[in-house]
């Protein structure tokens, strides 16, 4: 069985940036927590589906959110066990193993660190082979797995748990719970057994990142392979990413409540778009040309 260690992880770490495709975050930090996580606790033990009991708890972890936040505030080192302790509570077994949520980018390297922490060995599997975006792009998605529970923590140990539902609400409520955490967020989701992981995960996803770090180890050839074609050149000039949320309120005609119309900010009970109260508050000015130019907002008729 292999072993993650202060020499293999970063070589781990290589590949996972691999799988990442481009996305899932940056490796830096990630390895780095892993690197301490070793050196404190010991390496960690990378096993197969088979050297489990079938009915082993195996728990799919990760962090969600902004990759910038993550690099911006790192969280502490209480996120693992919270999420190990709340899901045996929920389940009334105990994990037996970890498993990434999606072995590309940070969260690849992210669950050999809480393996480290929590002595336990890391699965050799993922939920998506590479990194996507949503929750429930995964592969226990796909099997018919349920996502649930699913257990959210933050850095200080503020925690949430979402239970009843399928993979599109999962995605939509976490994002609720994400916002409120302040974009940053450990979860487990999907918890399955070991007997189900060959058929409803990706299998061998270490091992394979693995294989890719030591190749790229050796170096780029100076020739490259015959039968390539150079495409396109050209130079870099800038890299720009935006981080950003849009939050749309609507509104019914004439009522400042939710609907299918855009809306400003509602006003008091007892006044009516179009008709400032007699004591206007300081947004007033710059909404009510705004609201009376908006189809949606317009007073409602007088009966």
């Not at 015959?226 to 495409?231: I, V």
């Not at 508050?281 to 189809?295: E, G, L, Q, S, V």
Request: net charge negative.
């Amino acid at each position: 069985m292999p072993l993650l260690d202060q020499t293999t992880l970063p070589v781990f770490a290589r590949g996972c940036a691999v799988l990442g495709s481009g996305g899932g975050g940056g490796i830096e930090v990630a390895l780095a927590a892993a690197l301490q996580a070793v050196d404190d606790h010991g390496p960690v033990t990378v096993v197969q589906p088979e050297d489990l009991a079938d009915a082993a708890l195996v728990m799919p972890c990760g962090l969600i959110g902004s990759p910038e936040v993550v690099t911006e505030r790192i969280g502490g080192d209480t996120a693992p066990a919270v999420l190990r302790d709340t899901l045996e509570g929920l389940l009334g077994t105990p994990v037996a193993a970890l498993m990434s949520s999606e072995i590309g980018g940070t969260n690849g390297c992210l669950a050999a660190s809480w393996a480290a922490r929590l002595g336990l060995p890391l699965m050799d599997a993922d939920g998506m082979g590479r990194a996507f975006p949503g929750m429930n792009q995964n592969a226990m998605e796909v099997a018919g797995l349920s996502p649930t529970p699913c257990v959210l923590t933050d850095e200080r140990g503020r925690t949430v748990v979402l239970d009843h539902i399928d993979g599109r609400w999962l995605e939509r409520l976490a994002r609720g719970v994400l916002d409120a955490f302040g974009g940053q967020a450990a979860t487990c989701e999907y918890p399955l057994r070991a007997g189900q992981v060959r058929r409803a995960a990706v299998p061998g996803s270490v091992t394979r990142a693995l294989a890719i770090g030591a190749a790229l180890a050796g170096g780029v050839p100076d020739d490259p392979p015959e039968g390539l074609t150079r495409l396109i050149t050209g130079k870099i000039a800038a890299v720009q990413r935006t981080v950003e949320q849009a939050i749309e309120q609507t509104a019914e005609p004439g009522t400042g409540t939710p609907g299918p119309g855009p809306c400003l900010p509602t006003l008091p009970a007892t006044t009516r778009p179009g008709r400032p109260p007699a004591r206007p508050p300081p947004w007033w000015r710059d909404w009510a040309p705004t609201a009376a130019a908006c189809c949606a907002c317009r007073p409602a008729a007088s009966t």
